[in-house]
């Protein structure tokens, strides 16, 4: 069974400072994406971030960028110059033939 | 549509009567996705649209839910003879694999 693993249930962090934030997958697929997604008290689901298994080269979006070790199914966010309106639950989400399976969240703080 | 909509955003019912939560997807999504996020708690599959295939109900935690979707657009999922337990946030998504899943703003459902 595929399943993805979030360690960190709350973490936090002062303002600017940067931020990982880990996540473990297990599976036996080899072409499969995997996605982070910021979910702020709104409680809209914003994705943040998305990585294609079959691309070695990290992705990155502005002040987020992952580091993806396919080999060690491990998938971090990392959080650069951490900003108050990152405050947020972010979710790991691993996905592959529309099946899309969910971490539990870590709550990120990030304190002025 | 721009996004996925999602109505009502907050709904107060009683114990035992039914409700009906709706979701209008992105046009041209064929995928859709019910999850539920009870307070804190991570998502929830409840039950996915793939085109004109049988839906996946698996997720669904007992008889009393159920959802449809007509003309592979507009879903309702209906809650019959609500109880306090179904509080929660009912989250609606689409999705293409390139653009990973957009979710609606959810329903709030509390049940008093």
């Known amino acids: 069974a595929q399943t993805v693993t979030q360690s960190q249930p709350e973490m936090s962090v002062q303002e600017a400072e940067t931020v990982t934030l880990s996540c473990t997958y297990d599976?036996?697929?080899?072409?499969?994406?995997l996605f982070w997604y910021k979910q702020p008290p709104s409680r809209q689901m914003i994705l943040v971030i998305r990585?294609?298994?079959?691309k070695q080269q990290n992705a990155t979006e502005n002040r987020f960028s992952v580091n993806f070790q396919k080999a060690a199914k491990s998938f971090s966010l990392k959080i650069s110059d951490s900003q108050l309106g990152d405050t947020a639950m972010y979710f790991c989400?691993?996905?592959?033939?529309?099946?899309?399976?969910w971490g539990a969240g870590t709550k990120l703080i990030i304190k002025p | 549509g721009a996004g996925v909509s999602q109505s009502p955003s907050n709904k107060v019912t009683e114990k035992g009567k039914d409700v009906e939560l709706r979701c209008d997807p992105i046009s041209g999504h064929t995928a859709l996705y019910w999850y539920r996020q009870s307070l804190g708690q991570g998502l929830e599959f409840l039950i996915y649209?793939?085109?004109?295939?049988?839906?996946?109900k698996s997720g669904l935690p007992s008889d009393r839910f159920s959802a449809e979707r007509t003309g592979g657009s507009v879903s309702t999922l209906t809650i019959q003879r609500t109880q306090q337990e179904d509080s929660a946030v009912y989250l609606c998504a689409s999705i293409t694999p390139y653009y990973g899943y957009t979710f609606g703003s959810g329903t709030r459902l509390t049940v008093v």
């Open positions: 989400a691993f996905y592959s033939n529309y099946q899309l399976i």
């Open positions: 599976t036996s697929e080899n072409n499969y994406y």
């Open positions: 649209f793939q085109g004109n295939s049988a839906p996946d």
């Open positions: 990585q294609e298994a079959y």
